[in-house]
């Protein structure tokens, strides 16, 4: 069964660069503490203000576990249209 994109068609059809991957010092997110530390420590991270849009995109995902891993994968298709978009999703549903 194929996979059902939560991101655009302009984003989930990106050329991602080869051999990626997300900086060591970044720790992933459960939904447990505080969304805008993680989204500060994501964004500072090493190369990601580098990487385009969609690779922020699909590199941000990459860090969500469990609890918060849940959320995205109950997002509609199709629903997120950039970075911006994902941020403030991401902040709305899991700010304390």
Same mark, same amino acid.
């Given at each position: 069964?194929?996979?059902?994109?939560?991101?655009i068609?302009?984003?989930?059809e990106?050329?991602?660069?080869?051999?990626?991957?997300?900086?060591?010092?970044?720790?992933?997110?459960?939904?447990?503490?505080?969304? $805008?530390d993680?989204l500060?420590? !994501?964004?500072?991270?090493?190369?990601?203000?580098?990487? /385009?849009?969609?690779?922020r &995109?699909?590199?941000?995902?990459?860090?969500?576990? $469990?609890?918060?891993?849940?959320? !995205?994968?109950?997002l509609p298709?199709?629903?997120?249209? /950039?970075?911006?978009d994902? &941020?403030?999703k991401?902040?709305?549903n899991?700010h304390?």
């Open positions: 069964m194929m996979e059902v994109s939560k991101f068609r302009r984003i989930t990106a050329p991602l660069p080869p051999k990626l991957k997300l900086p060591s010092n970044l720790d992933e997110y459960d939904g447990t503490k505080d969304p $805008e993680h500060q420590a !994501f964004r500072g991270a090493g190369p990601v203000g580098q990487w /385009s849009m969609p690779t &995109c699909h590199m941000f995902v990459q860090t969500l576990t $469990e609890g918060a891993r849940l959320w !995205f994968d109950s298709a199709g629903s997120i249209d /950039s970075y911006e994902l &941020c403030e991401f902040l709305r899991f304390q």
